[in-house]
Nanobody, 121 residues
Framework: QVQLVESGGGQVQPGGSLRLSCAAS????????MAWYRQAPGKERESVAA???????IYVDSVKGRFTISRDNAKNTVYLQMNSLKPEDTAVYYC???????????????WGQGTQVTVSS
């Protein structure tokens, strides 16, 4: 079994910061890409940021310059540092990991349970 457990969500005022963490645990052989997605009420889930196993990153245009994704491969953990938060960043944030549980299987997607981020004055 594989679990992705997120933490760090909450409520913050516009212009504030939050740091999300997501730790993968269980039977894991290797983790390829890790990513953060978000889903606002009434909207589809969108990709926010992703990072490869060797640290290459990509961001959606709306968060470039404000959010930073990073990972600690030794801890199977991915982070999302969110600065200069805006009300439109309000959403449930989900962690995603593309990983192999066993050496000879194809990698699959696993998801965390989601953590609420609310940006409001």
């Amino acid at each position: 079994q594989v679990q992705l457990v997120e933490s760090g969500g909450g409520q913050v005022q516009p212009g504030g910061s939050l740091r999300l963490s997501c730790a993968a645990s269980g039977s894991i052989f290797s983790i390829n890409d890790m990513a953060w997605y978000r889903q606002a009420p009434g909207k589809e889930r969108e990709s926010v940021a992703a990072i490869t196993s060797d640290g290459v990153t990509i961001y959606v245009d709306s968060v470039k310059g404000r959010f930073t994704i990073s990972r600690d491969n030794a801890k199977n953990t991915v982070y999302l540092q969110m600065n200069s938060l805006k009300p439109e960043d309000t959403a449930v944030y989900y962690c995603n990991a593309h990983l192999r549980q066993w050496r000879f299987e194809a990698p699959r997607d696993y998801w965390g349970q989601g953590t609420q981020v609310t940006v409001s004055s």
